[in-house]
């Protein structure tokens, strides 16, 4: 059995303020009526309902000129974040929400968890872009950069390739000597 519940703000996957929502009487008795997120749905209720969803209007409406400003502030941005490598370049670790959130944070854009569109971690070096989800449904994107706390010992690779092409054409000259070894028995018989 379902609980209906008129909403006095905005919560997340059930609705907005004045909306009437149907939610799990846990959720209700245990979250929203003791954090003040909700009321119990009733007649009576119905009058105030009108009242939060102008109020929820206006706020909209507000909410969105801040968020398209963001995005229009945000666009273009270049936030880069120095991690720690190995050797060869590769990250200890990722690049989280939490991180790109903090980068946010340090100039100056206050943003949560849910607004930023990340399914994984960046676990490699160079530029990313990541979508932000900004309220009232104003996207934006940010370039994200990535890079390595030291420099890669870029010697120490090309010797490790090099190697790798010799040993290559060496298994190579090996085959075609075979092959040509195979031909001359085949000729003889």
Do not use: C, W
């Amino acid at each position: 059995m379902k609980y209906h519940v008129l909403l006095l703000e905005d919560v997340t996957n059930h609705g907005r303020k004045g909306e009437v929502a149907f939610v799990a009487p846990g959720y209700a008795r245990n979250f929203l009526l003791p954090e003040g997120k909700a009321i119990m749905a009733t007649k009576a209720t119905v009058k105030m309902q009108e009242k939060l969803k102008k109020e929820r209007a206006e706020q909209a409406k507000k909410d969105k000129v801040v968020s398209e400003k963001m995005a229009q502030d945000l666009k273009g941005k270049m936030f880069s974040t120095v991690v720690k490598v190995d050797s060869d370049g590769h990250m200890y670790g990722s690049v989280a929400i939490n991180d790109i959130l903090t980068l946010l944070s340090n100039e100056g854009f206050k943003l949560e968890k849910k607004n930023v569109a990340l399914h994984l971690p960046i676990k490699s070096l160079g530029k990313h872009e990541v979508t932000l989800k900004l309220p009232e449904d104003v996207m934006a994107t940010i370039s994200v950069e990535v890079k390595p706390d030291r420099i890669v010992e870029k010697k120490k690779k090309k010797k490790v390739e090099e190697a790798l092409e010799n040993t290559e054409a060496e298994a190579g000259a090996d085959q075609e000597g075979v092959t040509e070894e195979a031909v001359a028995k085949s000729e003889e018989k």
